[in-house]
Nanobody, 128 residues
Framework: QVHLVESGGGSVQAGGSLRLLCLVS???????????LGWFRQAPGKEREAVAA???????DYVDSAKGRFTISRDNDKKTLYLEMNSLTPEDTAMYYCAADYGGRLPLRLLRPDYTYWGQGTQVTVSS
């Protein structure tokens, strides 16, 4: 299996920032650069939704509410995925999950929550 472990969550006041990271363990015959990676979140009473994703070609995409505030990045050598979150609001409160899927995806599929591998999540709480 591919294993993902998130960290960096916590409590922050509205307007603050957090940086999430996800350590990804992949099959020994593969490299992280072969995987699309994404951040998803699930708030109480809501379904899981995409936040941001980065494909194998260097393309990144964001859900509308994250554009201009969040930045997704990856370090394939360190096998780590990052999510820099700025100008946080209470609406960003959720459990944040990182996900991975082997190979490329068409742009319209990048933010779909149908990735193969998922982490256990890290909690982000934003207070007003």
């Amino acid at each position: 299996q591919v294993h993902l472990v998130e960290s960096g969550g916590g409590s922050v006041q509205a307007g603050g920032s957090l940086r999430l990271l996800c350590l990804v363990s992949v099959y020994s015959d593969y490299a992280l650069s072969d995987y699309c990676l994404g951040w998803f979140r699930q708030a109480p009473g809501k379904e899981r939704e995409a936040v941001a994703a980065a494909d194998i070609y260097g393309r990144v995409d964001y859900v509308d509410s994250a554009k201009g505030r969040f930045t997704i990045s990856r370090d394939n050598d360190k096998k780590t995925l990052y999510l820099e979150m700025n100008s946080l609001t209470p609406e960003d409160t959720a459990m944040y999950y990182c996900a991975a899927d082997y190979g490329g995806r068409l742009p319209l599929r990048l933010l779909r929550p149908d990735y193969t591998y998922w982490g256990q999540g890290t909690q982000v709480t934003v207070s007003s």
